[in-house]
């Protein structure tokens, strides 16, 4: 008996014009990280550790949506990718308090 192989979801990829507008609206509303707090510096290149990025709340490995507003926030690059698809409570990191 021959059995097919699993599914895989396919990659999601940000390069589309609705994700464009969620970011820009997200990066023009949103000025500190919501992860440490730091001021985000918008004249940086875009792969500087300090550099402002969209990190999605609730991962899209966890069942997160990048399409729905009150998901996304503004953070650094670095604190975006160090967090990976863990909740911020696991890393201990500070949120901060809107």
């Given at each position: 008996?021959?059995?097919?192989?699993?599914?895989?979801?396919?990659?999601?990829?940000?390069?589309?014009r609705?994700?464009?507008?969620?970011?820009?609206?997200?990066?023009?509303?949103?000025?500190?990280?919501?992860?440490?707090?730091?001021?985000?510096?918008?004249?940086?290149?875009?792969?500087?550790?300090?550099?402002?990025?969209?990190?999605?709340?609730?991962?899209?490995?966890?069942?997160?949506?990048?399409?729905d507003?009150?998901?996304?926030?503004?953070?650094?690059?670095?604190?975006?990718?160090?967090?990976?698809?863990?909740s911020?409570?696991?890393?201990?990191?500070?949120?901060?308090?809107?």
């Amino acid at each position: 008996m021959k059995t097919t192989p699993p599914r895989r979801t396919p990659r999601r990829y940000h390069n589309g014009r609705p994700w464009q507008r969620l970011r820009q609206g997200v990066l023009a509303e949103e000025s500190n990280c919501w992860l440490c707090g730091g001021k985000l510096d918008h004249t940086l290149p875009p792969r500087h550790p300090l550099s402002p990025s969209v990190d999605m709340v609730i991962p899209y490995s966890r069942g997160g949506s990048d399409q729905d507003r009150g998901n996304l926030r503004a953070a650094h690059y670095r604190c975006n990718s160090s967090r990976g698809n863990r909740s911020p409570r696991r890393r201990r990191i500070r949120l901060q308090r809107w």
